[in-house]
């Protein structure tokens, strides 16, 4: 299964537990193998005199370094449920929330250049809504409530596009995708 959002959220006016439960899946469990190479670009809403882009850029890009390095470990540790029942969906969404909040934690730490620090509170805004709806997948799941989960998948869903437009456009490679 592809992990892009147009396609899960067509899946998700179907009525179907088994596609619910797929598209789920394709929202917690994305490889992120689909990741584009993108080289680190200045924002236009972050206008940079000639003297100084040089090493705002430098400095730029060792801080994305240092980010994806960290997402790039937190997105090898998550994972996906093994099996499309509510209990194994649980108890993958509770692991990962803890390890996204432990990501997030660590990622707030790096101290971002001028030239990045109000994406990066965005992007670590963001990053704290997935754990956040980790954690009500763990109550949906337990609950076995369909319908929550179909709403919290298509509001994932939307803040998955968000993150990896704007970490995309700031340069990170794996910051930019997210698997919780």
């Known amino acids: 299964m592809e992990c892009r959002g147009n396609g899960l959220l067509s899946l998700m006016g179907l009525v179907s537990p088994a596609i619910v439960l797929t598209a789920i899946l394709a929202a917690i469990g994305c490889s992120g193998s689909e990741r ?17 882009t040089a090493s705002s850029s430098s400095d730029a890009s060792r801080f994305t370094a240092k980010a994806d390095s960290i997402c790039k ?22 692991r990962n929330a803890a390890l996204e909040r432990k990501g997030t934690v660590e990622l707030s730490k790096l101290p971002p250049p001028a030239l990045l620090a109000r994406d990066w509170r965005q992007i670590l805004m963001l990053r704290e ?10 109550r949906y799941a337990q609950a076995n409530d369909i319908r929550a ?32």
Not at 151 to 180: M, N, P, W
Request: proline share 4%; aromatic share 2%; with cysteine.
């Open 129 to 138: 809504k997935l754990a956040d709806g980790l954690v009500r997948l763990v």
């Open 36 to 52: 584009v190479n993108v080289t680190a670009t200045r924002p236009a809403s972050h206008p940079v005199t000639s003297s100084t």
């Open 149 to 180: 989960i179909r709403t919290l998948t298509t509001a994932k869903l939307r803040i998955h596009q968000e993150l990896s437009r704007l970490a995309t456009h700031d340069g990170f490679r794996y910051c930019s995708q997210v698997i919780a």
């Open 73 to 94: 470990r937190l997105d090898a540790e998550l994972t996906a449920p093994k099996r499309l029942v509510m209990g194994e969906i649980a108890r993958s969404a509770r």
